[in-house]
Every structure is written in structure tokens, then in C-alpha cells.
């Protein structure tokens, strides 16, 4: 077993202990992660930081609702089969015409099927040892993609189209994988079955205090604590789509450009409001609760 | 012995199986378990699939390792205070720490600590400050000296190190202990069971300095006592806020489309021939049936009243999600040649015309199906088979608690002709599981 060492963050990362523990337990086990979460928790993070970190090869599948295992495995070009068998005919005529110029097929041979495979990023990383393969946002692939891959996920085996290789890993060498999801609709169980699974809890100040430093290490602590402060209370509104770590990240490096007065006072303004709420309504709704008393708001943001 | 964890995991309504031991065994020899604390840490990534599993994971494990089983509602905390095993383990505690003098509530964060605490929790305490910045550094230091080059090592050595046994002997122990609690037999033998290995990996490593409750233990126990999440979400409680999420996202499993593409031979061949014999390859999306929804929602009557907010929400919900396939149409208590498209029922449409849609539409039903015995007449009755015998796949969702569906004699009626469903999370996901099946065949 190669990279199964326990692997707790970066100078950049805060990686929450148990997100942690489960990453190293999946790795150990040479099983897939899967992660789900409330959107914007560093889900898909994790995946990045580590291969950064650690200096692996990172393999990114970004799922849609048109993905297919073929994107994702690999494909088998049909188009340019079609064009170099199409090139041979040609080439044929102009020779029997006399013509010295021939079209080149680019050094692929039809005769080798091989040669039409467009490996995708499983492909990819099932061949290159100890990378790590991230899938992300699986939830919004269509509903029988999951159940396509676990025949790959459970026996870490591909079988390309029509040229019919196969590309096998080992335990030892398999790549880390790592799948997020945000819940938009429920997985197989089957497909659960083969995963260790992590739910990514919203972090509490603390933690979020420490994510904040590794962001923005010179920002003021009170600047820090009052968008916390606010951050926190919009949260606690019951807003239809309440802001999470990557807002208040976007919100404070906006605050970075002004001294700390300043960006105190804009802060208790809610300037730049536009980085957390996200939604119409949630703006209404913000404005009826904070202009409402805005004197005391402030009062209460801006104290520590 | 062995095998009946995945039975008891069961209980609680999680997904175990043998899969999960033969896992479990795996985890165990590649070193994963070490402490008791460890084996909640891999059950869990094993056996949790989504949030709501969390609750009853922790009681099924309390109730399979600790013999503590918490009753409806009780708090997990309580539920160890008037366990056995909480009892005997305060015994020993005192006795390895008389100096310990909190009282019994902070004891039962200790002992969840105890039970927590994992080897990840003993390395990074290890590895920490936590040691030299202790409370108690003339006890510790001592200890210190003691520890050998390997420090780390050498402390899961002195807890209980589970890694050179097997599966078996572990469960087997942890067993014994929940027996012993049982029998009340316990004599002048250690609670722990024998060998003088505790389950709990920590009374010896306690001792020498240990303390969970820094930045490791201490967090689990605060987050197994103190988050919501840990405890279970009931399932077929009526649809509210919180779980319509759940509901929608079984709905959402009727989706069946794909989007792969495929050669287009025909075509190919065609334009190959306009082309002058060279043949470029043209391709075509697969198309499948998509899914289709028609909504019929009671939304008149007394008797429905209490559930519109629910219905709502529902609807609201169910509306983003099938913005585009999505028909609605209103009725009030039942209906007899017309429904309506909108909500004050205004605008009329036949019977008929409403039959004329695909019938690949999943139909949900939403209403109460009480209502006097006379309005729902043979006309009605007519109505609602014509609907059922044209959409194979419809359900009937009932706001009303399942136990009272059998004393109303216009629901019982309706029931003979849809399958019904209580209006629960539940009953929803049993719904779409039921129109899958008939997909299907």
C-alpha cells in the first residue's frame, strides 16, 4: 500500500478531523469516498489539496446531466475511424491516378483499434499509479451512471470500447477516489454500498475562524470576527439559500481592499451583500429584518 | 455470535449486511481498529449512507457494544446514566482516579469520551501540545520520562492495541461485557471482561497522562451529545419543512432518461452518398421516456385544511423540480365530470380531456378521500377507474394518519381503486417504488 498515510490538511486546507479520518480509512481500504455536504463546504476541495500537497497527479471527471461512462472510461472516436478508413480509399485512388501527394492519418492505423481510443480521466488514472481521480458532483449525472460504475469501482477494471483492452489496477497502485455530491437526488444503494461515505456538517466558528486564517492570513481580527458575527445571523434566518464558507470567503476578500474602519463600517452597511445572498427573495427577506433596526444590528455585528 | 451485528444494525434501520462484517474484518487487518472508539469511526463510514442514518447509528452501536439502548425520545446522555455498564465503569474509573471528584454528568462526557477515543485522537494528542501544555504537568512529566523514543507507538501499546486480533475475539469481548452487565455477576473481576484488556483502550494510557477531551474525544462527545444531526429524523412523521427534501429526492428517482449518443447509420449513409461516397459519421442523442408528472390536489373541504401548508410545500417543491413535465389540476373532495387548472378552481376541464395526456404519466393523487358517503357517487367512482385503469402508474397520497384510513368508508372506497399511500416521506418513496416496478414489466 503505497500512499495510506494519514493525511490531515495543508498550510492552505483546514481538513475537518473526520473528513480526514474517513479519507484515510477510504484510502486504506481502497475504497472511493464519497462526500456529501451542503454546497460550498470544501467538498470537491479535498480532493484538490491533497493531489496539490501531495504532489499526485489529479484526474478531475466533472459530471453533468449528460455524462456517460464512456466520457468518463473512454470512448472510441468514431469520427476519425471513419475519416482514416475513408483516407485509405483516397489515397488508394490517387495512386492508381498517379498522384504523389497522399493525406496522412495522423500515424494511426485503422487495422489498430487502439489507436481510436480517447481514454477518459478514469482510464487516465486507473494507468497512472497513486494519482487521485475526483468525480465530481455525481448527483447531477443521469440516474444510471452510478450504476454503470460499479462494475470499475468494485473490481478497479475497465474494458475499452471495441478494441476490448482491459486496464487493470492493483490495490496497491489504485488512485484515490473521491466523489462529492450535493444530495440533488438520492444515489443507488448499490452504489453507496461500494463507498465509504462522509457527510460534511457545516462548520462551526472554530473551525471556520481557522479557515478564514488560511485564506486571508492578514486579515484584522476584528474585521474577521464581525463577518463572522453577520455571516452566522444570516445563516440563523432560515434564508432559502443560506450563505456558506465560500460566500463569507468572497465577501471578506472583497473586505481585504479597505483599512479595517472601513471595512467595519461597510460591513455593518452589508455592503458587497451581493457576495453572501444569493437570491431575491433572501434579499427582501434581510431587508426586512436588519433595516428594521439597523442601529442595533450594527451594534451587535460590529462587538466582539 | 458474530453475525448478529449486521441483524441488530438492521433493527435501526441501516443498511448491514455481510458485506459490512467482511469490511469491517478487512478494516481490521489493515490496522484500522485499535481502540473501541476506532470500530465506531470504520462502522461508520461503512454502515452511514446519508445524514439521517446518524442517529440510529449511534444507538444501534451504543446498544450492540455498550448494552446502553436508549428509549423514544430519551437523550443518549440519560440513557447512560441509567445504564449498567455506565455504573460498573464509574466503579473502575474512581478506582484508577481517586482523585477525580466530578460528579456524575461530567463523568458520562468522560465516559463518551472514553468510548470515542480513537487512535487518530491518541496520535494527535501524542503528536500535540496537549501533553506539555496539560493541567497537570508534575503527573505528567512523569509519565513523559517513561515514554521511549517511539512515544506514540508505545502509548497505543499500553491502551488496549486490538490490531493482532481478530475480529471475532474483539466482538467476542465486547459481547461478554454486554452479557456481564446483563448477569449482574460481575464479582471482583474487572467490568472490561478478561484478559484485563478494556474495550475501551484507555485505563492504563489514562493513567499515564492521557486525557481525552482536548481536541479529539472531547469533540465527539460534544457532537454525539450535543447535534441535532445524531439523532434520527422520523421518517413517517408527516411531511414537513425538513423532510420534504427526503421525499423529493426518492421522487426524484422516476427520472429516467439518458443522454448518450449514437452513430446515426442512416443518416450517415445518406449524407455519405451526397458526399460522394466519403462517409462522415453523423450521430443522434438517445432519447428516452422522460418523466411526466400530473398532480391532482384536493384543495377544498374542511377536512383538508390542516395539510394545505404540507400539500404546498410539496407542490412547491415538487414544481422546481418538474418545472417543465409537470401538469396540476384542482378538485374538491372528489370529482365528477371536471377538474380545474387552477387553484380557486375557476377554469374547467373535462374528465376526458384530462384522459387524453400520455399515459405514461405518473399520477399523484393528494387529498384526505373523506368525505360523505353520498359525494362520492357512481359517477365519481366511474371517474377516478377511468383514471386509474388509463394511468397505470398512480398513487394516492393521504395526509391523514394511516390508522384512521380504515374508519372512513369513502377512503376505504378510493383505496380499492389507487394504491394509497400515507403523505410521509415514507409513503412517498414506497409510491415511486411501486410505479418503478410497474415500469418495469
Given at each position: 500500500m503505497a500512499k495510506t498515510q494519514h493525511w490531515t490538511g495543508s498550510k492552505k486546507y483546514v481538513c475537518d478531523p473526520n473528513l480526514a479520518q474517513s479519507f484515510h480509512m477510504a484510502r486504506v481500504l481502497g475504497m472511493p469516498l464519497l462526500i456529501e455536504g451542503e454546497?460550498?463546504?470544501?467538498k470537491t476541495e479535498l480532493a484538490i489539496q491533497y493531489a496539490t500537497d501531495q504532489k499526485l497527479d489529479m484526474f478531475t471527471y466533472p459530471v453533468g446531466s449528460k455524462s456517460n461512462v464512456e466520457q468518463f472510461v473512454a470512448k472510441f472516436d468514431h469520427v476519425k475511424y471513419l475519416r482514416d478508413s475513408q483516407i485509405e480509399v483516397l489515397n488508394t485512388q490517387r495512386d492508381e491516378k498517379g498522384l504523389d501527394s497522399k493525406l496522412s492519418t495522423g500515424g494511426r492505423s485503422t487495422e489498430k483499434l487502439g489507436d481510436y481510443i480517447i481514454k477518459g480521466p478514469a482510464a487516465q488514472a486507473f494507468s497512472s499509479p497513486n494519482s487521485v481521480l475526483l468525480i465530481d458532483e455525481?448527483?447531477?449525472?443521469?440516474?444510471?451512471f452510478p450504476n454503470d460504475l460499479l462494475y470499475a469501482l468494485s473490481h478497479r477494471k475497465f474494458i475499452m470500447p471495441e478494441s476490448g483492452d482491459v486496464i487493470e489496477v492493483s490495490e496497491e497502485n489504485m488512485p484515490a477516489i473521491i466523489i462529492t455530491s450535493n444530495r440533488e437526488q438520492e444515489l443507488p444503494t448499490a452504489f453507496k454500498g461500494r463507498c465509504i461515505y462522509h457527510y460534511i456538517h457545516f462548520p462551526e466558528q472554530d473551525t471556520m475562524r481557522e479557515i478564514i486564517l488560511k485564506h486571508h492570513p492578514k486579515m484584522e481580527k476584528q474585521v474577521t470576527q464581525a463577518a463572522m458575527n453577520i455571516f452566522y445571523h444570516l445563516r440563523d434566518l432560515g434564508l432559502e439559500r443560506a450563505p456558506t464558507t465560500r460566500e463569507i470567503l468572497n465577501w471578506l476578500k472583497y473586505m481585504k481592499q479597505f483599512a479595517t474602519k472601513e471595512a467595519l463600517a461597510k460591513m455593518g452597511d452589508l455592503d458587497g451583500i451581493g457576495a453572501l445572498i444569493k437570491t431575491q427573495t433572501d434579499l427582501e427577506k434581510i431587508q426586512r429584518h436588519i433595516l428594521r433596526n439597523p442601529e442595533d444590528f450594527k451594534k451587535r455585528s460590529l462587538s466582539n | 455470535m458474530l453475525a448478529s451485528l449486521p441483524e441488530k444494525f438492521r433493527e435501526y434501520g441501516l443498511p448491514a449486511d455481510v458485506r459490512t462484517l467482511l469490511l469491517l474484518r478487512k478494516s481490521m487487518d489493515r490496522g484500522l481498529i485499535k481502540t473501541l472508539g476506532d470500530v465506531y469511526l470504520v462502522l461508520k463510514g461503512i454502515v452511514v449512507k446519508e445524514p439521517r442514518h446518524m442517529g440510529p447509528y449511534t444507538q444501534a452501536y451504543y446498544d450492540y457494544f455498550l448494552n446502553i439502548k436508549l428509549k423514544p425520545g430519551e437523550s443518549l446522555e440519560s440513557a447512560i446514566l441509567r445504564s449498567e455498564t455506565f455504573k460498573k465503569w464509574v466503579e473502575d474509573y474512581k478506582k484508577d482516579n481517586p482523585e477525580d471528584e466530578r460528579d456524575l454528568l461530567d463523568l458520562v462526557e468522560e465516559f463518551i469520551n472514553h468510548v470515542h477515543l480513537t487512535s487518530y485522537d491518541i496520535k494527535e494528542i501524542l503528536n500535540g501540545k496537549d501533553i506539555i501544555d496539560g493541567d497537570d504537568p508534575n503527573k505528567e512529566d512523569k509519565d513523559w520520562d517513561d515514554l521511549s523514543s517511539t512515544p506514540e507507538r508505545k502509548n497505543i501499546d499500553r491502551m488496549a492495541d486490538y490490531s493482532e486480533m481478530d475480529l471475532e475475539e474483539l466482538l467476542e469481548r465486547m459481547k461478554q461485557i454486554a452479557e456481564k452487565q446483563k448477569g449482574k455477576h460481575s464479582g471482583g473481576d474487572r467490568w472490561i471482561g478478561t484478559g484485563g484488556v478494556s474495550p475501551f483502550g484507555h485505563s492504563g494510557a489514562a493513567k499515564g497522562g492521557i486525557r481525552t477531551g482536548g481536541k479529539g474525544g472531547g469533540k465527539m462527545a460534544r457532537q454525539v451529545m450535543g447535534n441535532g444531526n445524531f439523532y434520527p429524523v422520523d421518517r413517517d412523521s408527516i411531511i414537513n419543512d425538513n423532510n420534504v427534501d427526503a421525499a423529493l429526492a426518492s421522487l426524484k428517482g422516476i427520472v429516467e432518461e439518458t443522454a448518450q449518443t449514437k452513430l446515426d447509420v442512416d443518416k450517415t449513409i445518406k449524407n455519405g452518398l451526397k458526399q460522394g461516397g466519403i462517409f462522415l459519421p453523423e450521430m443522434e442523442d438517445i432519447k428516452d421516456k422522460k418523466l411526466q408528472v400530473i398532480l391532482l390536489i384536493d384543495n377544498g373541504g374542511f377536512s383538508m385544511m390542516p395539510y394545505v401548508r404540507m400539500v404546498q410545500d410539496l407542490f412547491k417543491k415538487m414544481k422546481t423540480r418538474f418545472a417543465h413535465d409537470m401538469k396540476v389540476y384542482y378538485f374538491h373532495n372528489t370529482i365528477y365530470s371536471y377538474v380545474y387548472t387552477d387553484a380557486p378552481r375557476t377554469k374547467k376541464v373535462t374528465i376526458d380531456k384530462l384522459l387524453t395526456n400520455d399515459p405514461n404519466y405518473r399520477v399523484f393523487i393528494i387529498g384526505d378521500a373523506s368525505m360523505a358517503p353520498y359525494e362520492l357517487n357512481q359517477d365519481s367512482v366511474i371517474n377516478w377507474g377511468r383514471i386509474a385503469e388509463k394511468f397505470k402508474k398512480a398513487a394516492w397520497l393521504n395526509p391523514e394518519p394511516q390508522k384512521y384510513w380504515h374508519y372512513t368508508m369513502t377512503t376505504q372506497a378510493l383505496g380499492r381503486i389507487f394504491p394509497m399511500y400515507p403523505l410521509t416521506p415514507r409513503g412517498i418513496e414506497k409510491s415511486v417504488q411501486e410505479m418503478n416496478k410497474k415500469m418495469d414489466k
Open positions: 454546497p460550498g463546504t470544501g455525481i448527483d447531477k449525472a443521469p440516474r444510471e | -
